[in-house]
């Protein structure tokens, strides 16, 4: 079955970095893109970025544009978000997302991860 | 960017009741619109995508409608476990989603 495990939250302070993960395993990691979504507390949710299967596409919210980064290794089916410059509006859930359908870049999300919470907080 | 409204933000509604949650598109985003359920402190779940398609698992009492800017959610028949909020996300660009509905217990 397919799970997606994060790791790698917890509390920073502002201008701080981070960087969370996101363990995946019951499919083939390598051929479907993924996603990380955020939450901040009592709030909806926010897309953040993307990554192409291979690694080869990025894409952001302008939220954190220039600040987070999106990477894959898909020799260990982990994904990563590097997040630095952290700010108080940056405080959420963090969540992965596997998308729908292999080797497309806009699928829907099916499966999510149980999320991992960054505070930014002084 | 396109956006998503919502309506209503809150619905209270009773067990049995038939419920519809509207999604509109800032601009046409022909079918490309899914539907996300999120309980207290849990992910969101897939329900329904490509406005109309079912999910694998998910029951027939949920359904989709709609293509181009409005969009619904239908449930036939709430059961007790369908209290949660619901979230529409287009997928025409940049991922986004609605702001949410949260459907309680009347």
């Known amino acids: 079955q397919v799970q997606l495990v994060e790791s790698g939250g917890g509390v920073v302070q502002p201008g701080g970095s981070l960087r969370l993960s996101c363990a995946a395993s019951?499919?083939?990691?390598?051929?479907?893109?993924m996603h990380w979504v955020r939450q901040a507390p009592g709030k909806g949710l926010e897309w953040v970025a993307f990554?192409?299967?291979?690694?080869?596409?990025?894409y952001y919210a302008d939220s954190v544009k220039g600040r987070f980064t999106i990477s894959r290794d898909n020799s260990k089916n982990t994904l990563y978000l590097q997040m630095n410059s952290l700010r108080a509006e940056d405080t959420a859930v963090y969540y992965c997302?596997?998308?729908?359908?292999?080797?497309?870049?806009?699928?829907?999300?099916?499966?999510w991860g149980q999320g991992t919470l960054v505070t930014v907080s002084s | 960017d396109i956006q998503l409204t919502q309506s209503p933000s809150f619905l209270s509604a009773s067990v049995g009741d038939r419920v519809t949650i509207t999604c509109r598109a800032s601009?046409?985003?022909?079918?490309?619109l899914a539907w996300y359920q999120q309980k207290p402190g849990k992910a969101p779940k897939l329900l329904i995508y490509?406005?109309?398609t079912l999910q694998s698992g998910v029951p027939s009492r949920f359904s989709g409608s709609g293509s181009g800017t409005e969009f619904t959610l239908t449930i036939s028949s709430l059961q007790p476990e369908d209290f949660a909020t619901y979230y529409c996300?287009?997928?025409?660009?940049?991922?986004?989603f609605g702001q949410g509905t949260k459907l309680e217990i009347k």
């Open positions: 997302a596997k998308g729908q359908l292999r080797y497309f870049d806009w699928s829907y999300f099916d499966y």
């Open positions: 019951g499919f083939t990691f390598s051929s479907y893109g």
């Open positions: 990554i192409r299967y291979d690694g080869s596409n990025k």
């Open positions: 601009q046409g985003i022909s079918s490309y």
């Open positions: 490509a406005a109309s």
């Open positions: 996300q287009q997928l025409n660009s940049y991922p986004a």
